[in-house]
């Protein structure tokens, strides 16, 4: 299972956090991935991190993108800086068993993020 | 990046109705097509993965059809379970991407 957690509100121009912690099974295999889902509009995949620590982000987010991994902890997390209205959103972790693009076979339900002041 | 056009935006069927679903790509892709379920506040769920294979403890009235631009998602006969929002999602290229979302609802 996975489960988000973080702040449902941030501030423009802020940075927003989120982990996602692994439960019945353990980050030291597959990729893990942060994927938001803006009201309306499509899916879009933000970026992965794979046990090692190498990351992958989505070209239109790269700058913005920073993910972690803590394997003796089973979390891994997201930090997207400068955030403006566009980034409010449901944001989900999700596993993928191969690089991306790939499916996602496991998602945790997802945590929303409200970006106002 | 590809974009994934789904059809209708919303389906309005009963019980035991055959119920097609559609996903167009702006370009042709391969075989990697996948399908996913989700029921408000949940998580989304895979159904199908390569167009047409099944994911495992899926029941078996999903089917996933189609090649080059053109998908499809059937459900043979409608259950009460069945009643979400389905998503396709291209994984040939790029960040892969997903379509906006057929929701099905009673009728």
């Known amino acids: 299972q996975l489960r988000e957690s973080g702040p449902g509100l941030v501030k423009p121009s802020e940075t927003l956090s989120l982990n996602c912690t692994v439960s019945g099974g353990s980050v030291s295999t597959y990729f893990w991935s942060w994927i938001r889902h803006p009201a309306g509009r499509e899916m879009e995949w933000i970026g992965r991190v794979f046990h090692s620590g190498t990351t992958k982000y989505n070209p239109s987010l790269k700058s913005r993108v920073s993910m972690s991994i803590d394997t003796s902890n089973n979390i891994f997390s997201l930090k997207l800086t400068s955030v403006t209205a566009a980034d409010t959103a449901v944001y989900h972790c999700a596993r993928s068993l191969y690089e991306p693009p790939d499916t996602f076979d496991i998602w945790g339900q997802g945590t929303g993020v409200i970006v106002s002041s | 990046d590809i974009q994934m056009t789904q059809s209708p935006s919303t389906l309005s069927a009963s019980i035991g109705d055959r119920v097609t679903l559609t996903c167009r790509a702006s370009?042709?892709?391969?075989?990697?097509l996948a399908w996913y379920q989700q029921k408000p506040g949940k998580a989304p769920k895979l159904l199908i993965y390569?167009?047409?294979s099944l994911e495992s403890g899926v029941p078996s009235r999903f089917s996933g059809s189609g090649s080059g631009t053109e998908f499809t998602l059937t459900i043979s006969s409608l259950q009460p379970d069945d009643f979400a929002t389905y998503y396709c999602q291209q994984y040939d290229s790029g960040s892969g991407t997903f379509g906006r979302g057929t929701k099905v609802e009673v009728k």
């Open positions: 370009e042709t892709i391969s075989h990697y």
């Open positions: 390569k167009t047409s």
